[in-house]
């Protein structure tokens, strides 16, 4: 057998498969993602062979991964089906031992030897780069999707206003929604929903008119009234480019029916929810197989009928927003809550309304402003593809043992060998934390991983982007311990202990931090006098977690549960560099907040890493 592995070419002059765009390419764009020179983030580059060693340092030993990141060298893609093993279905990747002569080769993690000579019989790394490239991109031509008019399956966009919202914000609220609507695509079908006790439904016709139809707040629509919605569904969601005007006319006409301000306005946000879900296709997938957003605009907590949140016992609340969130998952719709003004929305409670479906809880003192449009444009910008899902392979002796993430279990893969997940949505910037054990002692020089991720991107294309690497393995402690990162190590600290406050209160969590810390020092420190001194390499994970402890996320900083807890909603999510920020985050400090001043009164302290 000859192995590939180790043979040196020229990528520049051999890349000449075109790669995909997946992302926006504008840099100017709010929803633009810098591009990164890999998907994946591990905790070390050594994996250390002995299971009870890695487990008694307090290390995790893990990864983070971020499925559709926007890479520096986009990876080629392969108009063919790929080719697996026939033992245990791995991709074929620059790890396997390859004899290019007759075509056979030997699969780095079941060791079966796979006879492909039509493939690769006479096969060179310049005409088989998935041979030489550990990231590929395959577009099988057998199992694509139906083509659609224009190339595109066009999005569906709900936005969902609550009409306790002040007169004031709701004409702030209109200029950002129009400023954000002129960068999204015109393909994108949008639907405008209003709710109080009741839920309006507004149809996008051009005549000037503004028609709604009311549905009750208290409960789930009747057959009967899903029965109207179906015969006007062409009026209630309409391509943007033929209804942005009068999506705003009907805007307008909810500000002049607006109801009279009262102490406690009631919000029917669970019914809203339920009549955008059926508008979008999930309880009616043959009339338009949708998927998009869903976006809603509160101004207090919801309470009145399904989820609402006004009692003492909200679990069955909990409970309800958990399911919600579960179907939108499986259509790829995503719910985003922003949240506006100085006042009470349970946002630990409404977590559970985006928890699976990558959606976010945004904070904001009004619906207006620079920041506020931005984080607007970007959350309507932030998707490129649907139906996503992943599997994560290993190799013997090491198993996923734990994911932090939005995603649930897939029942598409049911190989019992690969993790196999339903992400929550395609997005450029979604991050999972994967956690790993050391099932055994690990007899092999390397260990294998090799990620799967499958989605259809914004063209309609069944896209396979395969992942595979390779770490070597160590009887050395202190060569485990020089190739730890120590931010890497922090930020999957970080989210085991964010996950918790979830479930603990904060007592406890931090317990749970002090004892990591001391774990990891006694571990793989060196005792000096009665300091233990870390490698220069983990010094930073002390001082990460301890600005963890004292920061927005876990901290004692003054401000309401409902900014913690959805800071921490926003940092399940993040990819390595952005988490970072989010644990040690720019301070701003103003001498005299009565005469602000940003060029004279603003200093920034940033927290260094060192």
Known sequence: MANVVGTEIDLSQTFTVPALEHTIIDASH????????????????????????????????????????????????????????????AYINPYCQMNLQDGTWRCCFCFNTNQDREEYAGATPETNIELVQPVVEYLDPTSQPFPVVGGFLEPAYAFLIDLSISK???????????????????????????????????????????????LPGRSSASPDDLAVLDENLERLTVPIQSSLNSFMASFDAMMTSQLPSTSNPKRALGVAVETAMYIMGIQNVDKWNSWGKILIFLSGVPNYGLGALSGTDVKESCEYYANVSKKCQKSDISINIFCGGARQ????????????????????????????????????????GRKGRFTVRTSGGITIDHVIGSAVPSSFDQDSEVTALDMGGVQPRLCFSLFCEISENIRGDFVFFQFVVHFINLHNQAVQRVLTYHLPTTENFEKFLESVSGDV???????????????????????????????????????????????????????????????????????????????????????????????????YMSRNPTQFNPDTYIKVFKLKSS
């Open 345 to 384: 929305f349970c946002v630990k409670e409404l977590h559970n309304l985006v928890l699976t479906n990558a959606g976010a809880i945004l904070m904001s003192p009004e619906f207006s402003g620079p920041a506020f449009v931005g984080n607007l444009s970007t959350i309507l910008g932030n998707t490129c």
């Open 30 to 89: 709010p929803a633009y993602v810098p591009p990164v020179s890999s998907s994946v983030e591990f905790s070390c580059q050594q994996i250390h062979n002995q299971s009870e060693t890695s487990k008694r340092t307090g290390i995790p030993i893990g990864m983070l991964f971020t499925p559709v990141a926007t890479l520096n060298q986009s990876p080629p893609c392969l108009r063919r089906p790929p080719v697996k093993c026939k033992k245990c279905h």
């Open 489 to 587: 190590v922090s930020v999957l600290i970080a989210k085991q202990l964010v996950a918790s406050s979830r479930r603990s209160d904060i007592e406890s969590v931090l317990n749970q931090l002090d004892k990591r810390i001391h774990d990891i020092a006694v571990n793989c420190g060196k005792k000096d006098n009665r300091v233990y001194k870390l490698p220069p390499n983990l010094e930073s994970i002390p001082k990460r977690l301890f600005m963890l402890s004292r920061g927005p996320l876990l901290g004692p900083i003054l401000q309401h549960n409902d900014d913690i807890d959805s800071f921490r909603c926003i940092f399940f999510n993040l990819k390595f560099f952005e988490s970072l920020r989010h644990m040690s985050p720019i301070l």
């Open 168 to 214: 004031t914000e709701l004409q702030a609220l209109r200029h950002s929604l129009l400023e954000a609507l002129s960068q999204i695509p015109t393909n994108v079908r949008i639907t405008l929903i209003v709710f109080s006790s009741v839920v309006c439904v507004y149809e996008l016709v051009t005549d000037g008119s503004a028609t709604a139809h009311v």
